[in-house]
């Protein structure tokens, strides 16, 4: 595969362990919100290794995009991601893959762990700016629920918090903490078990209630068992269950 050299154009913390990269990637790059690229790097032994990484944003004019990686201990791929210098090179692929939202034709409810938020992050934002002529409070609805362990591991919180206080999308972003402390007030436990609920309050408008779009995106222990409650329990056709694994 043909790989472009891309600079780090700037770096910052999200979190306690997850750095978010934004890339200039040069001339001529396209993507479709969703996708990811492979990143060839050089560690300190000499060694090369390539690890893939969703694309955080929607495209935009400038043509960089932002990454968020997570800190895997003892991980070389995310240490080395971790360490790079701003005005550093990397190698880099095309974007790949088909976890993308072609079109809203129905509610969409989007379920994360982790830094499975970011190709979903790339999507809202894609969504957002699409058909600029069309009000977004009429495009069908979208739900992000997103699974982290305590409130320190919420990623772009303020950002989704804003776009859902906005008024004029019909966003509704449902954070879920498996450890929280005992001044939180929202959602508890894993993602799997807030599915049904979310998917049940996009009302009844709808000729089915498994006429949602689900893009799940994550670790796969937790894509399987959100992925087993839609099918299993909800009765959700393949059609409808979109996903994304990390591992
Ligand atoms: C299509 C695709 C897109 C990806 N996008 C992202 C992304 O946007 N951000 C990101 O941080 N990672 C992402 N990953 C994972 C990434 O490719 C690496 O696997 C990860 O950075 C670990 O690499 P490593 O060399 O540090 O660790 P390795 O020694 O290769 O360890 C791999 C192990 O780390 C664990 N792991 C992998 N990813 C994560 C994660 N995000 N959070 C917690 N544990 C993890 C898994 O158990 C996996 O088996 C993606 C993977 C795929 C296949």
Redesign the pocket.
């Known amino acids: 595969m043909s790989l472009r050299t891309v600079t780090i154009a700037a770096a910052r913390m999200l979190t306690h362990n997850?750095r978010e990269l934004t890339i200039d990637p040069g001339p001529a790059f396209s993507f479709v919100a969703g996708q990811?690229v492979?990143l060839r790097m050089a560690l300190a032994n000499g060694e090369f290794?390539s690890?893939?990484?969703?694309?955080?944003s929607a495209p935009r004019r400038d043509g960089r995009f932002e990454?968020?990686?997570?800190?895997?201990e003892?991980?070389?791929?995310?240490?080395?991601?971790h360490e790079i210098a701003v005005g550093d090179s990397l190698e880099m692929s095309h974007a790949?893959?088909f976890?993308t939202l072609e079109t809203i034709a129905r509610p969409i409810l989007f379920v994360a762990?982790?830094?499975?938020?970011?190709?979903l992050r790339a999507m809202l934002q894609a969504a957002l700016v699409a058909s600029p002529d069309e009000p977004a409070t009429e495009r069908p609805p979208i739900t992000l629920v997103h699974g982290v362990r305590s409130e320190g591991d919420l990623l772009y919180r303020d950002e989704l918090d804003a776009i859902a206080a906005r008024g004029d999308t019909r966003f509704r972003f449902e954070p879920t903490l498996s450890r929280p402390s005992d001044a939180w007030r929202g959602r508890r436990g894993y993602v799997q078990s807030h599915v049904a609920e979310l998917i049940e309050a996009f009302g009844d408008a709808r000729a089915s209630a498994t006429d949602v779009d689900v893009y799940i995106?994550?670790?796969?222990r937790m894509v399987k068992e959100v992925r087993a409650v839609l099918k299993n329990t909800l009765g959700f056709t393949r059609e409808r269950i979109h996903t994304?694994?990390?591992?």
């Open positions: 997850v990811w492979s290794v690890r893939a990484y969703s694309i955080a990454l968020a990686i997570t800190r895997v003892g991980g070389p791929g995310s240490t080395r991601l790949q893959g976890f762990t982790g830094t499975g938020l970011t190709p995106c994550g670790l796969n994304e694994r990390y591992d």
